[in-house]
């Protein structure tokens, strides 16, 4: 099996964890503080890691680390702003399909960021996706309330993180400001994950110590939400965000984007199953609008994928 059809494999499976990991972050959000919650989350997933890639974390170059850095900041003011609103949100399922958006956002961070030349298809999803956003927004008269407003920073913040995270798992020649040719290795799967997690989870840690009080949680905490904590910790961030990032070295943006469009149809799906929540007909055609965005966004690799699928199942086509 080549790279390129084992990170398409992986990602689909990464999207079901997403998926798990919206219902065990809401399960636990209703016992404790969001921000607490997402440190105690990410500091136990990222310690996990950090204690299984221990050996290759000493032999890591000075610039590897920066980058790795660097990732994990931006990922921790994303998760941050993605908890919020899930702490503030009535509906799971629109706030996947929002937070979704930064699938659309990912190029246009690409081409303004690093400049990289972006298809037609791109230009085109943008008014979909802005469309399916007004939809969503109607319920409350252009007035969106907290929960969306943060879902969408973060879908722009997570459309960052989710390049420079690909960029950095990922060997690659550049010029620095002299004119000359480097060499920026690639960080290594799991110490780049482990770095970042332990990131997020220093950031968020702060953020709840200044703005969040600890004294119930810390004093009477019920016994469910030890269940959920390091369910989350070691399911849905661990495993997932170390699966993704493997993935992400094995293939490219566009193959990512593509297979990262069913997390929020798999939150819509376990929201009603698990929560049993409902949504009207003005937010379903929302969702459908931002999907099909995203689906027009990455147009010229998913038509290639299915070619490729359709050529693999015909081997006369082959020849």
Not at 21 to 49: C, D, N, T, Y
Not at 145 to 172: C, E, M, S, W
Request: proline share 4%.
């Amino acid at each position: 099996m080549s790279d390129a059809h084992k990170s398409d494999l992986y990602l689909v499976l990464v999207t079901l964890l997403a998926a798990i990991g919206w219902m065990l972050s809401k399960e636990a959000v209703l016992m404790m503080p969001p921000l607490m919650f997402m440190a105690a989350r990410f500091l136990i997933a990222g310690a996990f890691l950090a204690l299984l890639a221990l050996p290759s974390l000493l032999r890591l170059s000075r610039d590897q680390i920066l980058r790795s850095l660097g990732v994990g900041f931006v990922f921790g003011i994303a998760m941050t702003c993605w908890i919020m609103g899930l702490y503030h949100t009535d509906s799971m399922g629109e706030g996947a399909f929002l937070t979704s958006l930064g699938v659309v956002i990912v190029p246009i961070i690409a081409r303004t960021v690093f400049g990289e030349q972006q298809p037609l298809s791109t230009w085109l999803a943008i008014p979909i996706a802005v469309a399916g956003l007004a939809l969503l927004s109607l319920e409350n008269g252009f007035r969106p309330d907290p929960g969306q407003l943060y879902f969408v920073l973060a879908a722009t913040i997570f459309a960052l993180y989710f390049t420079l995270n690909t960029r950095a798992a990922n060997q690659r020649i550049v010029v620095d400001k002299q004119g000359k040719t480097v060499e920026k290795k690639k960080v290594p799967a799991l110490p780049l994950t482990a770095i970042a997690l332990l990131t997020v989870g220093t950031v968020t840690l702060a953020e709840s110590a200044i703005s969040e009080r600890w004294t119930h949680i810390l004093t009477n905490p019920e016994p469910m939400l030890y269940v959920w904590v390091l369910a989350s910790a070691l399911i849905a961030t661990a495993a997932r965000f170390l699966l993704q990032t493997y993935a992400q070295s094995l293939s490219v943006n566009s193959h990512g984007v593509v297979i990262l469009v069913l997390e929020p149809v798999w939150v819509a799906v376990f929201a009603v199953a698990w929560f049993g929540e409902t949504m009207t007909l003005l937010q379903i055609a929302g969702c459908a609008l931002i999907f099909a965005a995203l689906l027009v966004n990455r147009w010229n690799a998913l038509s290639r994928a299915i070619k490729a699928l359709m050529k693999a199942k015909n081997p006369r086509q082959r020849g």
